[in-house]
């Protein structure tokens, strides 16, 4: 019991300690896989760059069905102590505004997820997403 909850422990802080952000990551992932109903679910991909040790910018594109346009969204991550304040818009609108926070858990070979507590200022509806993708 006592080798199993010391292992427990060790991975945990292992977790804890690769969270670390660095100048010049690349982010490539999902914007959000959460919020969508099962039979809309679809995979909007996201590219982003770490400006400083603690600014993430990125780049997701998305569209809502085949009859929609495609929307290009803006985001950016300040990171402080293993948490992430995030901000994203539709373009350089302003009116579309969705501000949030959360936290990247990066494992094995920078594979990242990124649950967020996001709230949308055009819907004014605050709603639970998360991202995956790779961290390199």
């Known amino acids: 019991m006592r080798k199993l909850i010391l292992s427990l422990t ?3 802080l292992t977790v804890a ?12 992932g999902t914007g ?3 919020n969508k109903a099962w039979t809309e679910w679809s995979v909007s991909p996201t590219v982003g760059y770490g400006l ?12 809502a069905d085949s009859t929609a346009d495609m929307a290009i969204d803006l985001h950016a991550r300040y990171f ?9 818009t539709t373009g350089l609108n302003t009116d579309n505004l969705s501000i949030g ?4 858990f990066t494992f094995h070979r920078g594979v990242f997820v990124d ?7 055009t819907a004014k509806t605050t709603n639970l ?8």
């Open 10 to 12: 060790l991975g945990l």
């Open 17 to 28: 300690g690769v969270n670390a952000q660095e100048k010049g990551d690349w982010y490539i």
């Open 32 to 34: 959000d896989i959460a």
């Open 52 to 63: 400083t040790e603690n600014i993430m910018v990125g780049v997701n594109v998305s569209q």
């Open 80 to 88: 402080h102590k293993g948490y992430f304040a995030y901000v994203s």
């Open 101 to 104: 926070a959360g936290k990247m």
């Open 115 to 121: 649950p967020k507590v996001v709230y949308d200022a």
């Open 129 to 136: 997403q998360l991202g995956v993708g790779l961290k390199f």
